[in-house]
């Protein structure tokens, strides 16, 4: 039988197990990505193992999220990142060399090895044939130790791009729309999506990284696309064209389902607030005014993109109800753009041009005004996630953003009579890596700074035999970890701080979390479907560990947050039947009675719910591997017990 491509790459990795879906298996890391506002917890987790230097090939740490420097915190946490990475072995890109993803698509990312990245769109390099995951800082942490990443093989869908994007109005974004249209949030959740057909050879890597970042958005583990010739170009183009191979399915590979998309019939379409899925089409919106649009993140920010902006901007001023940024993704694209001119032209336009960094997509400044309109060419608009809580943010592809920048409101640009040529890729980006530190060649000299913000890693107990405790929050469908934890400029810099940034829990839904969970001492959260939807931070499983959350029970919950509550020894349990959901309340008093039991046969288990006098069963699906972290406690005192 043949293999998909995501089958091809983990058979050349495999260390135990069959690469088919269901099955676990141990895969070799080839590289790791981390970024500042994951990275400073990840090496202090790896600094907590006690291992002198990293034990997988390339590791590498970005700035490029915890960019304002309103005090000296990111400051502080800039520094003892590039102490750090100096000593154990790590490269430290520098904040003003870029968005994490672009910038290892640049110059790192190769055909056919493993990528695990402390970013939930690690999936990027995806684009250029790699199987890159993201996952919880702690993951990095241990990859980053030696040890091999142990997964259930998702099911493989083979998507068929047909046809040919109707340029230049509908971009790569608009595909995963489509998808995000057809699937949900939720409906990629447990599967990889392998691009395949007569479309794929039409897209150039930037563009296919673009439908592998936001595919993130659908729940996927990953997404993945063929290396072939154009992938071949990008990479001498970057002067590393000696790490391309050639990667496609075998043409007798069996997949799980398979999904069809001509992209000649997709149109541009925008995500209206506040979930990505929320797509329609840019004609049903028509005439709404908006306040701001930013182009940029790590979905929308590669040198084909920006200049195309600059086209549409060129000789044309932004609207006078618009404030307008502009992120160029890294410091490649951004020197380029200044070389050629395509700034100027953004400037003259009136674009607020913003440093190569993450920026308004995390709430880092640039926040809408009050009930403000927002259009960005980013990959999520979850409610706050701005800064505004009242603002109401819309997703579309950057072309179409930055023309609604020059109307003022909503209008569908195809037939507004502004052409755009199609931005070709370069025969040669400008490659100048003076912002990536190489790791020092005397570790033994390097003092690991760390400023007085930088706290230790708490540790749980292992896993107790029974368990009474309180539901403290019952929460909806779809709560995502920005919900649960949220970032912006005021509460990202306390990532390196567990007990300060725990008492952001759940601080926009319910301000009172805190308090009752600290006076609580035990707790338990109850979710709908898709519980911990986004982003890969473990701070979302870590301060309500830290708050005494033994358990979340919901009814369905996101791969990534789902492996972060096991590391840090919180149970992850879903409703056998869904409808026990509507029969339990915040407030009502749990008991599981054989708690550390059941982890250990991997059953289904009995929770009595005393306030209600009723019982309801919940159940588990944990890898053999995960049963034993939850009840050591958590993957740090299961990695310390092996070694
Ligand atoms: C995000 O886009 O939500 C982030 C900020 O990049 C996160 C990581 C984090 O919270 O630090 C992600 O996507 O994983
Ligand atoms: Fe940065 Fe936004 Fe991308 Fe997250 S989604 S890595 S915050 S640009």
């Given amino acids: ?267 541009p379409y925008v995500a209206k607030p506040h979930q990505p899925d929320n797509v329609v089409k840019i004609s049903e919106l028509k005439g709404i005014k908006v306040d701001q649009v930013c182009i940029g993140s790590c979905t929308n920010s590669s040198y084909q993109v920006m200049k195309a902006v600059a086209q549409i901007l060129k000789g044309r001023t932004v ?89 003022g409101e909503f209008a569908d640009p195809r037939g507004s009579g502004i052409s755009v040529t199609y931005v070709e890729e370069p025969e040669r980006f400008l490659i100048n890596d003076n912002m990536i530190i190489p790791p020092s060649p005397t570790p033994e000299a390097v003092e690991v700074i760390k400023g007085p913000n930088i706290k230790e890693v708490p540790v749980k107990e292992p896993l107790a035999e029974s368990l009474t405790a309180k539901v403290l929050i019952k929460v909806g469908d779809n709560i995502s970890t920005d919900d649960i934890l949220p970032a912006g400029a005021k509460i990202l810099p306390l990532r390196s701080n567990i007990p300060e940034i725990s008492k952001y829990t759940f601080s926009r839904i319910d301000p009172t979390f805190y308090e009752r969970a600290r006076a609580a001492k035990a707790g338990v959260i109850v979710g709908g479907e898709n519980y911990g939807q986004g982003s890969s931070r473990e701070h979302a499983a870590i301060a309500p560990m830290y708050l005494g959350v033994k358990a979340v029970i919901a009814k369905s919950l996101a791969r990534i947050h789902k492996e972060n509550l096991i590391n840090f020894g919180i149970i992850p349990l879903t409703f056998k039947n869904p409808s026990d959901y509507d029969r339990i309340d915040a407030g009502d008093e749990l008991e599981i009675p054989r708690l550390a039991d059941a982890v250990k046969k991997d059953e289904s288990i009995k929770i009595v719910n005393k306030t209600k006098g009723i019982e309801f069963v919940a159940t588990f699906s944990l890898i053999e591997k995960q049963k034993e972290v939850l009840l050591a406690g958590g993957l740090l005192p299961y990695i310390k017990k092996k070694t």
């Fill in 319 to 407: 609207a006078p109800n618009v404030s307008m940024t502009v992120s160029p993704g890294s410091k490649q694209v951004y020197e380029m753009l200044a070389k050629e001119g395509a700034l100027a032209d953004m400037i003259a336009a009136g674009a607020r041009i913003l440093e190569s960094a993450c920026g308004p997509c995390i709430g880092m400044g640039q926040a809408p005004p009050y009930n403000g309109v927002s259009v960005r060419s980013f990959n999520r608009n979850f409610k706050g996630r701005s800064g505004t809580p009242e603002a109401s943010v819309y997703l579309a592809n950057p072309l179409v953003a930055t023309y609604i920048a020059l109307r």
């Fill in 1 to 267: 039988m043949g293999l998909t491509m995501a089958q091809k790459i983990i058979k050349e990795h495999l260390v135990s197990g069959k690469p088919e879906p269901g099955e676990v298996v141990s895969i070799k890391v080839d590289q790791v990505l981390m970024q500042d506002a994951t990275g400073t917890m990840a090496m202090l987790e790896f600094e907590a193992m006690g291992i002198p230097r990293i034990k997988v090939p390339l590791a590498v740490v970005y700035v490029d999220h915890n960019m304002l420097q309103v005090d000296n915190l990111n400051a502080d946490d800039h520094i003892f990142l590039r102490t750090a990475a100096a000593k154990y072995g790590i490269h430290y890109s520098r904040p003003g060399n870029g968005i994490c993803h672009q910038v290892h698509l640049e110059r790192f990312a190769a055909p056919g090895k493993v990528l695990l990245g402390s970013d939930s769109h690690t999936p990027t390099a995806g684009g250029m044939g790699m199987l890159a995951i993201g996952v919880g800082g702690l993951e990095v942490a241990a990859a980053m130790a030696g040890e091999p990443y142990e997964f259930k093989v998702p099911d493989l869908v083979k998507v068929v791009l047909e046809g040919e994007l109707k340029r230049p109005w509908v971009t790569g974004m608009d595909i995963t729309f489509e998808l995000l249209k057809r699937f949900t949030v939720k409906g990629g959740v447990g599967k990889i999506f392998e691009y395949v057909g007569p479309g794929v050879k039409t897209l150039t890597v930037t563009e296919r990284a673009t439908v592998t970042n936001f595919g993130t958005e659908l729940g996927l583990t990953t997404s993945i696309f063929p290396s072939d010739e154009r992938t071949k170009h990008y990479l001498e183009a970057q002067g590393r064209g000696g790490v391309w191979r050639e990667l496609s399915p075998d043409p007798d590979a069996e997949y799980t389902d398979t999904v069809t998309v001509n992209l000649s019939e997709i149109e």
